[in-house]
């Protein structure tokens, strides 16, 4: 069903605009959230009359994201968790929990609008986005850390340690791979050398011959 918006909605529209939607999602939220009204003669009618007025709400509601994206962008926040072993989460950190944190910190955003780069299931660093405005988002840093200070020192350590090993593991079959690499341009170059030879000799022959026949021929010519 079409409905006309009475404020922007991320990923449906701007405030003033008609849009398709679900009669169950018009009806069980826009509706009742004062979001959108019917697309009715007399709303029609009216949405004509202040258009302006609309105009002037999407400009002021432009503003406010852009204020808000440039507060948040580059935000760092911590969210505290309980955590198994080798920091594995009981759980995962949802899109409720980052709307949680963004509220303690002053910036109310509707869960709806945040999505997370990748599946939190253990402690660490992490990349989330908020989408403030149809044309607006921002990424910000999410610290995922155990509850207990001493705990999360400890697997700190372990993951620094894990991760060093890694590096190192990486490392060393980057060598491996490079010196591979370098093995094989040189029997290619090995292999172009011998076959070149091999041609240059067999031309060297060729040439021996043809002049061997020609000498044959001079002779048998001066003895006719």
């Known amino acids: 069903m079409k409905v006309i918006l009475l404020e922007d909605i991320n990923n449906l529209g701007q405030a003033g605009e008609i849009v398709e939607v679900k009669r169950g999602y018009a009806n ?12 009715t003669k007399e709303n029609l009618n009216t949405l004509k009359t202040q258009q302006k007025a609309f105009e002037a709400k999407r400009a002021r509601n432009l503003a406010e994201a852009q204020e808000k994206a440039e507060k948040i962008s580059g935000e760092e926040f911590t969210i505290k968790v309980k955590t198994g072993e080798a920091g594995r989460l009981f759980g995962s950190v949802t899109t409720i929990d980052l709307a949680e944190v963004l509220a303690d910190n002053g910036y109310v955003v ?12 253990e402690i660490g660093t992490y990349t989330a986005n908020v989408k403030l405005h149809p044309e607006i988002s921002v990424n910000f840093t999410i610290h995922v850390e155990d509850e207990d200070p001493e705990k999360q020192k400890v697997l700190e350590k372990a993951k620094l340690a894990e991760e060093a090993k890694k590096a190192a593991e990486k490392a060393v079959a980057a060598e491996a791979a490079e010196a591979k690499e370098v093995a094989d341009q040189i ?3 090995l292999t172009e050398v011998e076959e070149d030879s091999k041609a240059e000799s067999e031309e060297s022959e060729e040439t021996e011959e043809e002049s061997e026949d020609s000498e044959a021929e001079s002779e048998e010519t001066e003895k006719a």
């Not at 069980?28 to 697309?39: C, E, G, K, P």
Request: hydrophobic fraction near 40%; charged fraction near 35%.
């Open 28 to 39: 069980n939220y826009l509706f009742r959230q004062n979001l959108a009204v019917r697309t």
């Open 110 to 121: 509707d869960r709806r609008d945040l999505s997370l780069l990748e599946h939190i299931k």
């Open 187 to 189: 029997e290619a170059a």
